[in-house]
């Protein structure tokens, strides 16, 4: 079964002893304190909206498809029985009608790339200058404890953003092969009215006012399913909460030969979860509990699909800010011999894999799941249910608001184009997924997920983000990371630019570990007296879940009390120029970031940089 560690790890508490550190400092009002709740909402009414495609201009720069974005306030209705919303969104440029920009006023269009083509980007900045949650920032800029990252000793708190900004944002290419300076690193933040983050950056700097900034994309990637979602210093919590996420699909004509179902067949889903108030608004309460009351696809909660007897690709992103998913396809139990439709997963973050039969998985934030489903095995007019259960926010042993049927599939659509003729998935001749072996001096390199007090700052070994990077790792080489988590949370971890492989997971005595690790700190962090992690081992390698095995990863989920290890092919930044813009290529050394994308944990400084050197 997938997540097979994660439902071993629900019983860790019992198994591997009281954990040694709790959950992050988000999430925890005083008992008293009123949290808005959803009001009651009739579910599957609504249709399941598709975000549209983005359209590009090839004549701006030779060689590459251009487009123009633009972060806009603006406003959607999430459900029927809802008032409108403000909300944030991307706007894509039209070229062939500028007034007619692309967009939903929610999430963002989809950009639709062809692999080693390039993509240049120009992101424009129009959002308010006031925060749509302004009340979280006002909480950082004043100190209160749960929100603002205070880092262990001996560093000193540095305030993530300037007095003077509420609002400012960059666009992160998450899963990208990109060079650091089109990354959208959170230190590459630019607001509405021109005010940059440190490290601001941006190619072509003669085509951009203060309040833009242009990236450019290689598309060496796999055929995969990205994503572009907001990075803000500070902020990328709030700034995706209100709507700033969208899809990237990089694709590879050579794809056509699988016979994989799709033009409408083909179906993206973006999971989210949020809560609203009574007039419809966004509530933001991840300042009062974990997670949010409501399921969202695409933008719409509870929404239904109405489908044919057929193959489905459902390309599946979990862009929700702290929820772990645990979905299956749940039917009527006088439909099958078992309560779920079978699935079957054919890729991962980063693209295709062997095809794998599956009842159920579980998804973190930030990764992409790629499925074909045949709902040809159900009789004409079942309900088909995409479902939630047994993980709880945060993994896996919060007290979030729970969430159980999450949208619906009505197989009520007649069989069109004279029938399916896709391939079906396991006669698929997917590329296999080459696996990355180990040698006996493969670098190995610890990260430990430190807290140093209850409901506290996170950081990766004790150093806040904005301390200077102190791992430096050679060009080309290939490395073994090693996530050490003697908390009780589940963690996503996401690394730029790689793709990697996961290695296997251990248990850990998490509390001898985390005593040890803070006698380290408090004896003046000496390397010769750092807790040798091969100490605390309490039982032998688990092989990654089936899920996870002989898959291209960017992100990975790091269970509690336990060091899940991955392990990178090579470290090899893109060098040459794109689309003939000067300085697109990476220069040494060159420097990148990893972060859990638990958002609001990766605002609160559990996130590190790391440096690419040539030598």
Known sequence: ?????????????????????????????????????????????????????AVPDPSVYPGADYYEITMRQGSWRFHRDLGPATVWGYWATNPHDPRKAIGMGYLGPTISVNKNHPTVVKYRNKLPTTHLFQFVIDGIRNGNPQLTPIPPPP??????FPRNVNVWNVVHQHGGFT????????LHSFSPD?????????????RVK??????????????????????GMGMTSVNVYAGLAGLYLVRDPADERFGLPQGEFEVPLILQDRTFNADGSLAYTMTLQQGEDTPVVNGKAYPYLAVERRRYRLRILNASNERFWRLNFTVPTDVLPQPTLPFWLIGTDGGFRAPLQMLNFLIGPAERYDLIVDFSKVPMGTDVTLTNYNAPVHFPGGDGPEISGIMRF?????????????????????????????????????????QHKLFGTMTFNAVPFMEPSEDFIKAGSTEIWEYINPNHDAHPMHVHLVNFQVLNRQPIDATAYQEQYEKWIDGGRKPEDRPVLANYLTGPPIPPDPDEAQSNKDTVKSYPETVTRIIIREFDPPTDTIASIPGSGTEFPAEYVHHCHILEHEDDDLMRPWTIVRD
């Open 1 to 53: 079964m997938a997540g097979a560690m994660g439902g071993a790890v629900t019983l860790s508490r019992g198994v591997l002893g009281t954990p040694a550190s709790a959950s992050d400092g988000h999430g925890h009002g005083s008992a008293d304190t009123v949290i808005p709740k959803t009001p009651p909402l009739a579910k599957y009414v609504d249709p399941l909206p598709t975000p549209l495609t």
């Open 155 to 160: 560093y000193k708190p540095h305030m993530p």
């Open 179 to 186: 060079a650091p300076q089109s990354d959208g690193m959170p």
């Open 194 to 206: 021109g005010i940059h983050a440190e490290a601001y950056t941006t190619l072509d700097p003669k």
């Open 210 to 231: 203060p309040n833009e900034a242009i990236c450019a994309y290689t598309n060496h990637e796999e055929s995969s399913m990205l994503w572009y979602h907001d990075h």
């Open 410 to 450: 009505k197989v009520t659509e007649p069989l069109s184009g004279g029938g399916d003729k896709t391939t079906p998935p396991k006669e698929l001749g997917l590329p296999a997924v080459e696996p990355i072996r180990p040698k006996p001096h493969t670098r190995r390199r610890e990260w430990v997920l430190y």
